[in-house]
């Protein structure tokens, strides 16, 4: 997976260069096609590849933003406003 990715990548690359070189020294609109297709596959071809081989393995909700997640961030910064007694930050 980790080849394949890189190997798109490079194509990508590639057409990026190719599809500039011709914008600048040949077809105009060839160029930008290049360049076009280019995002494109970077978008959705790239991209997905990516994020499955990165999120393979791993449960989303370890990552997500929970009450039960915040919770635990707190307890892990004591020193975290939202820690400390109110008594304690009011001046008299």
């Known amino acids: ?7 798109v990548g490079l194509l ?9 070189y011709f914008k600048y020294y040949g077809d105009v ?7 076009g297709l280019s995002v494109l596959a970077s978008a959705f071809v790239l991209m997905p590849l ?19 997640n915040i919770d635990k961030m707190n307890k892990k910064n004591p020193n975290h406003p939202s820690n400390q007694d109110q008594s304690k930050n009011e001046k008299p």
């Open 12 to 20: 990508i690359l590639a057409g990026f260069g190719l599809g500039i």
């Open 1 to 7: 997976m980790k080849a394949l990715i890189k190997l």
């Open 29 to 35: 609109l060839w160029g930008e096609r290049l360049i």
């Open 50 to 68: 990516f994020l499955a081989h990165s999120w393979k393995g791993k449960r989303l909700k370890d990552y997500t933003l929970t009450k039960e």
